[in-house]
């Protein structure tokens, strides 16, 4: 699935952001964010953007606020409330003002960026997180954003594949699972 390679990027972003800002659980234990903030944020924003700078700890603290928000979004498309979710990002492009703007930098290409009038950097994500996650929701692939299926496990993620049947965030969740299957089958068969 490619949307397009900026909004593929953003979406890739948001996923990293919530899965580095949020507390839940990850990969079969509690997860809480790290205490450096910096890192955290540092980390999810690579995740769609490799060459990003390091926000500040206020944009840091921000971009956690925005995570948990994003979550929700994540949160209701697995409980099966598409309407809850467009609800959500609804919200978020109206507080952000997002507002398209063709964008050439760092020897790109013209592309679509989405940024409110106050111009920091954390409100700018927010748009673009929003306006992305909204192109998701109203296309054909909105069931593609999942929150992980595996026992104590919440990460959120991304479908990108062929076929649409993802479940996990990571191929250590889905081997947990697997692990776990086959213990249990073998466990049953043993006389």
């Known amino acids: 699935m490619n949307f397009n390679s900026h ?10 952001l919530i899965n580095a800002l949020t507390p839940g659980e990850r990969r079969g234990r509690p997860y809480e964010p790290p205490a450096d903030l910096v890192e955290a944020a540092t980390e999810g924003l690579r995740t769609g953007h490799p060459a990003h700078r390091e926000p500040s700890p206020g944009e840091a603290a921000s971009l956690a606020s925005l995570a948990s928000r994003l979550r929700g979004v994540f949160d209701a498309v697995a409980a099966g409330d598409l309407d809850g979710a467009a609800g959500e990002v609804n919200g978020l492009l109206d507080e952000t003002d997002a507002r398209p703007r063709l964008s ?3 020897g790109e290409p013209w592309h679509l960026h989405f940024h409110g009038p106050a111009g920091s950097m954390p409100g700018d994500w927010a748009a673009s997180c929003a306006t992305a996650l909204a192109i998701v929701l109203g296309g054909e692939f909105h069931d593609r954003l999942g929150v992980c299926t595996a026992p104590h496990c919440d990460r959120v993620y991304v479908d990108v594949s062929r076929n649409g049947t993802r479940r996990f965030c990571s191929t250590a969740c889905q081997g947990r699972v697997k692990t776990a299957a086959f213990r249990a089958r073998t466990r049953d068969a043993t006389p």
């Open 7 to 16: 909004t593929d990027g953003v979406v890739r972003t948001t996923v990293g």
């Open 104 to 106: 050439r930098h760092d």
